[in-house]
């Protein structure tokens, strides 16, 4: 299979597995948030933001790195597993060692500390899982992880559903979604068991053995860990701000369900991260000049979609809002109006993918950190005057920094152009985008038309303004023809 078709395929089935996990959480949101409220449901949020930063002690980076280095060479594939499962297990208990402690620090009801419990466990299960998932990215084999995630998403609204028909404690529910993850776990296993371990040697030499021992491993997933520790920043660390800054906890709740709905938003650029990590590390190694034509086209459809889909978000936080959360949660459109903008970040998750590639983590650690200390500062010096809304608008300045310093390096260290010009078009579409919504909402036309006229002036720009090359639109127009007709004869040769 070519490379592009390679591509075309895990996107697909990757694209099929995060629209399933969207589509679930949207519905498990929305059932539980109006079951339980503003402020139970900061307390939710507040235990997982707590409970996913304590998490990076037991990932470490691991995931990243197996599927950088199985993705090189296959044959290294269970001895890695083995030694990743090995140490995650020996970290969970100091995790939860790590927990207890925060946890009783806060002086909480024993409602409230059972809660933390339960979504750790849950983090846990989904951490032991996703070192099985990372082989199968590594072997490009995204539908087994897809496939399982559907079945997990299945089970976990289904007992949600019931749950709250039944009027169970909000811990119950928990309980009956940390089932539905060890579902999945089993299921994965099995389907590792029989892909992966009756098809894969763990044979390899002396030589290779002595590289893999656990502090060669360590050294190399470090800068893979420190990356992570600066990513969760934008979902987790703000949480974590705004609670230390003892906001209430109703405002807790309500900032926490702005940033789940700008979470779920930001899994669509990150399928491109997914997939091109293990698919363009060997095209960069096979042909770099391959390679530079990718990543040039590939950047210019994310910056087009990405700054445009963010301002159209946006402009219709309310739609959003009401649909997933109800009339409870009516506080958090303002905030999700900011957060929507973090979309701009997509070409963030191709710079990302392109540092792990030239191995150059540590300069993309250096480019986070200094988001990082844009967005605590930012954090520390106006939500205690303005409340959340600035918890929301340091989240967008650390993106915006970002995406002003990232790329620089990146062309200057693969010799290429940066498309200057390609860029401004995308500014300027995006503000003629803004304008007109805001015309659009002023005089407060409805929604729908108001989507369509956004609609209509999107393309009257893109067709304009000229984004792509006459060349590579109409390439992947008959690129997308050609897969289609193909499906289509299949069909009736069948």
Same mark, same amino acid.
């Given at each position: 299979?070519?490379?592009?078709?390679?591509?075309?395929?895990?996107?697909?089935?990757?694209?099929?597995?995060?629209?399933?996990?969207?589509?679930?959480?949207?519905?498990?949101?929305?059932?539980?948030?109006?079951?339980?409220?503003?402020?139970?449901?900061?307390?939710?949020?507040? #235990? @997982?933001? +707590?409970?996913? =930063?304590?998490?990076?002690? %037991?990932?470490?980076? !691991? &995931?990243?790195?197996?599927? /950088?280095?199985?993705?090189?060479?296959?044959?290294?594939?269970?001895?890695?597993?083995?030694?990743?499962?090995?140490?995650?297990?020996?970290?969970?208990?100091?995790?939860?060692?790590?927990?207890?402690?925060?946890?009783?620090?806060?002086?909480?009801?024993?409602?409230?500390?059972?809660?933390?419990?339960?979504?750790?466990?849950?983090?846990?299960?989904?951490?032991?899982?996703?070192?099985?998932?990372?082989?199968?990215?590594?072997?490009?084999?995204?539908?087994?992880?897809?496939?399982?995630?559907?079945?997990? #998403? @299945?089970? +976990?609204?289904? =007992?949600?559903?019931?749950? %709250?028909?039944?009027? !169970? &404690?909000?811990?119950?529910? /928990?309980?009956?979604?940390?089932?539905?993850?060890?579902?999945?776990?089993?299921?994965?296993?099995?389907?590792?068991?029989?892909?992966?371990?009756?098809?894969?040697?763990?044979?390899?030499?002396?030589?290779?053995?002595?590289?893999?021992?656990?502090?060669?491993?360590?050294?190399?997933?470090?800068?893979?860990?420190?990356?992570?520790?600066?990513?969760?920043?934008?979902?987790?660390?703000?949480?974590?701000?705004?609670?230390?800054?003892?906001?209430?906890?109703?405002?807790?709740?309500?900032?926490?369900?702005?940033?789940?709905?700008?979470?779920? =938003?930001?899994?669509?650029?990150?399928?491109?991260?997914?997939?091109?990590?293990?698919?363009?590390?060997?095209?960069?190694?096979?042909?770099?000049?391959?390679?530079?034509?990718?990543?040039?086209?590939?950047?210019?459809?994310?910056?087009?979609?990405?700054?445009?889909?963010?301002?159209?978000?946006?402009?219709?936080?309310?739609?959003?809002?009401?649909?997933?959360?109800?009339?409870?949660?009516?506080?958090?459109?303002?905030?999700?109006?900011?957060?929507?903008?973090?979309?701009?970040?997509?070409?963030?998750?191709?710079?990302?993918?392109?540092?792990?590639?030239?191995?150059?983590?540590?300069?993309?650690?250096?480019?986070?950190?200094?988001?990082?200390?844009?967005?605590?500062?930012?954090?520390?010096?106006?939500?205690?005057?303005?409340?959340?809304?600035?918890?929301?608008?340091?989240?967008?300045?650390?993106?915006?920094?970002?995406?002003?310093?990232?790329?620089?390096?990146?062309?200057?260290?693969?010799?290429?152009?940066?498309?200057?010009?390609?860029?401004?078009?995308?500014?300027?579409?995006?503000?003629?985008?803004?304008?007109?919504?805001?015309?659009?909402?002023?005089?407060?036309?409805?929604?729908?038309?108001?989507?369509?006229?956004?609609?209509?002036?999107?393309?009257?720009?893109?067709?304009?303004?000229?984004?792509?090359?006459?060349?590579?639109?109409?390439?992947?127009?008959?690129?997308?023809?050609?897969?289609?007709?193909?499906?289509?004869?299949?069909?009736?040769?069948?």
């Amino acid at each position: 299979m070519s490379f592009t078709k390679k591509l075309f395929k895990n996107t697909a089935w990757l694209t099929l597995g995060q629209v399933s996990n969207v589509f679930t959480s949207f519905f498990w949101v929305a059932i539980i948030a109006r079951y339980i409220g503003p402020e139970l449901y900061g307390i939710y949020g507040y #235990s @997982f933001s +707590v409970a996913s =930063l304590l998490l990076l002690m %037991v990932n470490f980076g !691991f &995931d990243q790195y197996l599927v /950088l280095n199985i993705s090189k060479n296959k044959n290294l594939t269970l001895i890695l597993w083995k030694k990743i499962l090995k140490y995650k297990l020996y970290a969970i208990p100091i995790y939860f060692i790590f927990l207890t402690f925060l946890i009783f620090s806060k002086h909480w009801s024993n409602s409230y500390i059972l809660i933390i419990y339960l979504v750790a466990f849950s983090l846990i299960i989904e951490s032991l899982t996703s070192i099985i998932v990372s082989v199968f990215h590594s072997h490009q084999l995204m539908k087994y992880d897809v496939w399982t995630q559907l079945i997990k #998403s @299945f089970f +976990v609204l289904v =007992l949600s559903v019931i749950g %709250v028909q039944l009027k !169970f &404690d909000f811990k119950i529910i /928990l309980l009956l979604n940390l089932v539905a993850f060890l579902i999945r776990l089993s299921i994965i296993y099995l389907l590792f068991k029989t892909v992966i371990i009756k098809n894969f040697s763990i044979q390899t030499n002396q030589n290779q053995l002595s590289e893999l021992r656990y502090v060669k491993i360590i050294k190399e997933s470090f800068p893979l860990f420190l990356l992570s520790i600066v990513g969760i920043i934008y979902s987790n660390l703000v949480v974590l701000i705004v609670e230390w800054l003892n906001v209430p906890l109703k405002d807790l709740g309500v900032f926490v369900a702005a940033t789940r709905l700008q979470n779920y =938003l930001m899994l669509i650029p990150s399928i491109l991260y997914t997939v091109i990590t293990p698919a363009f590390s060997s095209l960069y190694v096979e042909n770099i000049n391959d390679f530079k034509d990718k990543f040039i086209y590939a950047l210019k459809l994310l910056y087009f979609f990405s700054y445009i889909f963010a301002v159209i978000i946006s402009l219709n936080a309310d739609l959003f809002v009401h649909i997933v959360y109800g009339n409870k949660f009516e506080a958090a459109i303002p905030l999700f109006a900011v957060q929507a903008l973090m979309l701009i970040g997509g070409p963030g998750y191709l710079f990302g993918s392109t540092m792990l590639i030239i191995n150059k983590q540590y300069v993309s650690l250096l480019f986070y950190s200094l988001a990082l200390i844009i967005v605590i500062c930012f954090s520390l010096i106006f939500i205690p005057t303005f409340g959340v809304i600035a918890a929301c608008l340091a989240m967008v300045s650390g993106v915006v920094a970002g995406q002003i310093i990232y790329p620089v390096f990146i062309f200057r260290r693969l010799k290429m152009k940066f498309p200057a010009l390609f860029l401004l078009k995308v500014i300027i579409t995006s503000l003629s985008i803004f304008i007109i919504g805001l015309g659009a909402k002023y005089f407060q036309l409805n929604m729908y038309y108001r989507n369509i006229v956004l609609l209509i002036s999107l393309f009257i720009l893109f067709f304009t303004l000229g984004f792509l090359k006459e060349k590579e639109v109409r390439s992947f127009k008959d690129f997308i023809l050609l897969r289609f007709n193909d499906k289509f004869n299949s069909v009736f040769t069948k």
